[in-house]
């Protein structure tokens, strides 16, 4: 059954602790993206690969980190340095970052700070 | 810079009317269009496209999308709506750098 998988659905993070985000896909996509949504404020792009080994910041890359060891996986690590790091983290992949391509989206991560 | 505009946060249509989520776009070159359907805590499924061609474009669950250029408008519709149709609609556009800008999102609400 192909698809991109986040994990885990829920997660809880104390003051000052870094957590990493999983994301795995079948797809044999070459480009993946982390995108965060808040409410009413649509999706914002956080940090995109196109390729393995590279990787590039979107719009709000501070306080994140990214790997792309593998091209099936795109972990996102939300440090002790992004100050408001609450929110729904939404994994998706591409077969290029190419014009026409729409993206395939995993079903998310709440992370919430207590 | 590349954008669309949602200018709705609610639609409301009874079940069985025509349904019509907005979204109006700025693009510097050719615009290349999408709309998404989010379910409560799920993530974005794809419903459509426009790339180039026809303006009436067709997608998924009976949605279809009327490109205009002249109003730079990439309206989505449906002709009956269904209470499971109700969601939260995202609009997107590739911009130049091939990065997919989203609307800030209309939530859908169709009453039995």
């Known amino acids: 059954d192909g698809g991109i998988t986040q994990s885990p659905k829920y997660l809880f993070r104390k003051e000052g602790q870094n957590v990493t985000l999983s994301c795995e896909q079948n797809?044999?996509?070459?480009?993946m993206y982390w995108y965060r949504q808040d409410p009413g404020q649509g999706l914002r792009l956080i940090y995109y690969?196109?390729?393995?080994?590279?990787?590039q910041k979107g719009d709000i890359a501070e306080g994140y980190s990214v790997s792309r060891e593998k091209k099936e996986s795109f972990p996102l690590t939300v440090t002790s340095a992004q100050k408001n790091p609450t929110a729904f983290y939404l994994c998706?992949?591409?077969?290029?970052?190419?014009?026409?391509?729409?993206?395939?989206f995993g079903q998310g991560t709440r992370l919430t700070v207590v | 810079a590349q954008s669309v505009a949602q200018p709705e946060d609610q639609v409301n249509v009874a079940e069985g009317n025509p349904l019509t989520v907005k979204c109006t776009y700025s693009?510097?070159?050719?615009?290349?269009l999408f709309w998404y359907v989010q379910y409560p805590n799920r993530g974005l499924q794809f419903l459509l496209k426009?790339?180039?061609?026809?303006?009436l474009v067709k997608g998924s669950y009976g949605f279809e999308a009327e490109f205009n250029k002249s109003q730079t408008s990439f309206h989505l519709k449906k002709p009956s709506a269904l209470v499971s149709d109700s969601a939260l609609y995202f609009c997107?556009?590739?911009?130049?750098?091939?990065?997919?800008?989203f609307g800030a999102g209309t939530r859908l609400t169709v009453k039995p």
């Open positions: 690969s196109q390729i393995v080994n590279d990787f």
């Open positions: 693009v510097s070159g050719n615009p290349y």
């Open positions: 998706a992949s591409s077969r290029s970052r190419g014009a026409y391509t729409e993206a395939f």
């Open positions: 997107a556009v590739r911009d130049n750098n091939n990065d997919m800008r």
């Open positions: 426009y790339i180039t061609g026809d303006n």
């Open positions: 797809l044999n996509h070459d480009a």
